[in-house]
Each structure stands twice: as structure tokens, then as C-alpha cells.
């Protein structure tokens, strides 16, 4: 009934898709620590005594962008927040792109790039990442896409989702300084990664730093994201940004979690048992066509012949992020807490070996 009245091009529009959550999650890249006891008692002690939910939320998300800011020794200016980092892409994609301009992304990558850019009017095009060269990025191909296709916005993602790689600093050097475009570096798993980006921040007005609160901090449920910019960059994108946006209990707990101890030892802990699995994995390559790619990140991705891995997978009660189309061959697991990874580790083994 109201179809003719949708966009024309939003009508055969798919909403994002999530899969039904049964057995061990292993799909989404989430933290598997909970909630440190300390910090639960601060907010339950903010519940009980000082609540204010009868009010609208700090609009300008003070007291987090300070934090955030201190952590990072940057100033509040160059720090904006969303509802999850993909409230921001939505916002650059919004702010930046006339109807009918583009934005430059990565094959594969997070798909919510281009998502942004096609409901924002816009368009994506992209360019491949091989699997010959274990996905890496190659800085002499993107500049030359960046010349051919002239976008609006290079987005990166680094480490990239799912492949796992990131940008060697001299690359992502040689990229800012020849772009002519927004650059949007996606660092969601950047905490995994040994690159340090920061210092880029106040040499290039044109970059954005995506990073979240919903991996290595553990707090997807409550969608916190934000940005690091020049402070041109970030009043620009404010002005899209809708008024209230983070909600005040999504703000208290994520400027109560930032820079504790706590997490740089869970991030150790994640990449340690990475590197155990991926370790583990490289014994069984070859079989059955299995390869599992070298990651930065908190998750491993893995190509074999067997189209249903991710279904063999889930019969033995673990839940990994499976494609399908042209993507049907790979897989990508989350890095878990050690019982769930040797599990994970043994059901692999009796899948692949015969
Ligand atoms: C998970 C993820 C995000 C962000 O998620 P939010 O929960 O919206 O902050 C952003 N980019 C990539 C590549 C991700 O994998």
C-alpha cells in the first residue's frame, strides 16, 4: 500500500540482516568479559542516588568527550559521539555527499559504507582487496582508484572487517597526504592493532578516526561510538548530528570505562588467544582447501571448500559469522574466552579432518 509512496530507490531496499543467536557467540566481534564488578557498582550507585532520567541527555556529551579527550591527550574539539560509530558513517556520508557523488571503499569490507552512502543519495565504488595477498592493502592501488573514481570520501577500515589486515603507517602516510578527499579511517578494532594513528589527527584536517566502545570495551549493548578529528571536522559533522543523540546512561558508562586498567589486560588476553588459534588453524591448512588469514584484529577469517562451515559449525553449538554469494567460501570467527576458542579450535579439527 504505502510502497509508492517510498523512494524509488529505497523500494526492493533489504534491511541489515542479523542471524538468530543460538549456541556460543562468535559472530559479532563482541567483548567476552563482562562488565567489570567496580564499574557496576558506580552505575548502580548512579541509578540509585543520582539519576536524572526525567531529563533530556547532555546534548553536547561533555563529560564523555572530556574523557575521551584525556585519555587520548587530544582536546574536547576534537571529539564527537554517536549512537555506535555507525551513527557517524551515517552522518559523513550525510554531510559530505551531494545526490549521485561516491565514496571509495574497500572489497571486502564492513558493509555499512556503503549502506550510508546509497540512503544518503549517494553511491559506492570499490576496490579490491586480494586474497593472493592475504587481503592486504596496497596504498599504490588505492591512490590509483582514488584517481580514477574522484570521490567524495575514502573510507578505510583498519584492521579491516572481516579480513583482519591494517594499513602499514607509511601507507596510510602516502594516502593522507595525496587523497583531495575526506578520509575516514574506521579503527572499530584499532585497540588490537599495534599502529598508532593519533599524532595524524592534527597534521590532516581531512581525517577521521572512527573508533567505539562496542568491541574492546565490551559495551555494544549500550551503541557508543565517536569520532577524532580537527576541530573544523568535527564542528562540520556536529551539524548533522542529531540533537541528544547518546542517551545519559550511555554517556556515564562509557566515560566510567575509558582508559581503565582492566582493558588493556582483556586486550592482551584477545590477542594472545588470536595468536594461539591462528597458530592452531595454520596446521590445518590445505585441508579441504582451509586457510585461515593473518589478523590484527580480535577475529580470524578463514576460506575452505566446505560452503556450509559456518552450519557445521553452529550443529556443534558455536555461532561464527558465515557469507553467502561470492563470499560463500569464508568464514569469520570472533576471538572468544579460552574454553569457547579450544572449542572452537576441536570442532574445526573434526569438521576439516576425515
Ligand atoms: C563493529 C564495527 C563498527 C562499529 O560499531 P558500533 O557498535 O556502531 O560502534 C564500526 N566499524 C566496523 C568495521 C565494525 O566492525
Known amino acids: 500500500m504505502i510502497e509508492r509512496y ?16 543460538t ?12 562488565l567489570d564488578q567496580s564499574v557496576r557498582e558506580r552505575l548502580s550507585a548512579w541509578i540509585l542516588e543520582k539519576e536524572d532520567l526525567r531529563l533530556y541527555p547532555d546534548t553536547d556529551n561533555t563529560v564523555l568527550r572530556e574523557a575521551i579527550a584525556a585519555y587520548y591527550g587530544l582536546s574536547p574539539e576534537n571529539v564527537t559521539c554517536g549512537v555506535g560509530s555507525d551513527q557517524l558513517i551515517d552522518y559523513l556520508t550525510k554531510l559530505f555527499l551531494e545526490p549521485g557523488e561516491t ?18 543519495h549517494g553511491k559506492a565504488v570499490s576496490f579490491p582487496l ?25 573510507f578505510l577500515c583498519s584492521p579491516n572487517n572481516p579480513t583482519g589486515q591494517g594499513l602499514k603507517r607509511e601507507d596510510l602516510l602516502s594516502i593522507l ?43 555494544a549493548g549500550l ?13 562540520a559533522i556536529d551539524r548533522v548530528r542529531a540533537p541528544y543523540n547518546l542517551n545519559t546512561f550511555s554517556q556515564i558508562a562509557a566515560s566510567c570505562v575509558i582508559g581503565r586498567a582492566e582493558y588493556k589486560e582483556h586486550i592482551r588476553t584477545i590477542i594472545s ?3 594461539r588459534m591462528y597458530k592452531a588453524l595454520g596446521a590445518l591448512k590445505g585441508i579441504k582447501g582451509f586457510h585461515c588469514y593473518p589478523s590484527q584484529a580480535n577475529y580470524l577469517f578463514m576460506q575452505s571448500d566446505l560452503p556450509d562451515l559456518g552450519a557445521r559449525l553452529l550443529e556443534k553449538g558455536l555461532l561464527v559469522r558465515a557469507y553467502s554469494g561470492k563470499m560463500s567460501a569464508y568464514a569469520r570467527v570472533s576471538v572468544s574466552d ?10 574445526i579439527k573434526e569438521i576439516l579432518l576425515p
Not at 549456541?23 to 563482562?34: H, I, L, Q, W
Not at 579460552?338 to 570442532?347: K, R, Y
Open 6 to 21: 517510498i523512494r524509488e530507490d529505497l523500494r526492493n531496499w533489504e534491511n541489515y540482516q542479523v542471524q538468530p543467536v
Open 23 to 34: 549456541g556460543r557467540k562468535m559472530d559479532a566481534n563482541e567483548s567476552p568479559f563482562p
Open 103 to 120: 565514496i571509495l571503499v574497500p572489497s571486502p569490507s564492513f558493509s555499512m559504507y556503503q549502506t550510508a552512502a546509497e540512503i544518503n
Open 130 to 154: 586480494e586474497p593472493e595477498n592475504d587481503f592486504q592493502f596496497s596504498a599504490e592501488m588505492i591512490l590509483k582508484s582514488l584517481k580514477e573514481v574522484r570521490p567524495k570520501i575514502l
Open 177 to 219: 597526504s595525496k587523497a583531495g578527499c575526506v578520509v575516514v579511517l574506521d579503527e572499530a578494532y584499532g585497540e588490537f592493532a599495534e599502529n598508532e594513528t593519533l599524532d595524524l589527527i592534527s597534521r590532516f584536517p581531512n581525517l577521521v578516526s572512527l573508533r567505539t566502545f562496542s568491541k574492546a570495551y565490551g559495551l
Open 223 to 235: 551503541r557508543v561510538g565517536y569520532a577524532l578529528a580537527d576541530p573544523e571536522m568535527i564542528r
Open 273 to 275: 588467544e588470536r595468536d
Open 338 to 347: 579460552p574454553e569457547t576458542n579450544t572449542l572452537f579450535l576441536e570442532a
